[in-house]
């Protein structure tokens, strides 16, 4: 196997992540976050970080343990309500908080990976998300310009890849994976399974290679659930027997 791009251990894969970095982050609450860069980083114990990701995991896992761990400066993101890690520190002043749409966040980080330095959006115009941003109108609507986003790196986690860095993700684990892949100058890809190059069938190749640089083939993957919600019955409620 080509071992160009593939690196032994997630240490490895972030040993020149420095304080002050950018990092774009994929994943959608726990579901596709690249769990063994998050580790590495955090062992690793860089400060000073600003996440650009959906979410900020929760409080023990995923994005989660770098907030624990006082790493993150500045957060980009979309949803921020499953820490009160997050909740502390914001409060407190020692984390910055960027709250973006979701499509808007979307974009910003699609736009940066495609060279796209801004574009107008319609969404948050009239609200505090427009504050300090130029506007414009096009055909009698009001938009609001969004400056793209490009990380010094990007973590993500793919089901499959091949030895050259073309990444397959598995049902709803896409979500930002392949924007966060596409959108980093260094990108880090994590994956559960690794092939010889040309075992991939290009028309399911969700990223393509030239956006990944480094490879870690990763195991013991834990898939934490979030939330687990368990629906009672009728039954159950009222204590009676159907």
């Known amino acids: 196997m080509n071992k160009g791009k593939v690196v032994q251990s997630a240490a490895e894969a972030i040993q020149d992540i420095r ?8 994943g959608f609450g726990l579901c596709g976050i690249p769990e063994k860069a998050i580790l590495a980083l955090r062992d690793k114990g860089v400060k000073d970080l600003t996440i650009v990701s959906n979410n900020c995991g929760v409080d023990d896992w995923g994005l989660g343990l770098l907030l624990a761990n006082n790493q993150i400066k500045k957060m ?32 910003r980080i699609r736009a940066g990976g495609a060279g796209i330095p801004a574009f107008y959006t319609a969404t948050g115009v009239g609200t505090s998300v427009a504050e300090g941003k130029e506007h414009k109108q096009f055909n009698g609507r009001t938009y609001i310009m969004e400056e793209a986003i490009v990380g010094d790196f990007a973590f993500v986690k793919a089901w499959k890849a091949d030895a050259l860095g073309n990444l397959i993700y598995r049902n709803t684990a896409r979500n930002f994976n392949p924007l966060a892949a596409a959108a980093g100058k260094v990108t880090i890809a994590e994956v559960e399974e690794m092939v010889e190059a040309g075992q991939l069938d290009p ?3 969700h990223t393509p290679a030239i956006y990944v640089q480094r490879l870690l083939l990763g195991t013991g993957y834990e898939k934490r659930i979030e939330r687990h919600t368990v629906l009672r019955s009728a039954s ?7």
Do not use: M
């Open 203 to 205: 028309n399911h190749i």
């Open 76 to 107: 980009i993101s979309s949803y921020v309500g499953e820490n009160k890690i997050f909740e502390r520190q914001f409060l407190s002043g020692e984390l910055e908080v960027e709250l973006v749409p979701q499509g808007t966040l979307a974009e």
């Open 236 to 242: 159950q409620e009222t204590g009676g027997v159907r």
């Open 19 to 26: 304080d002050g970095a950018t990092l774009i982050v994929g």
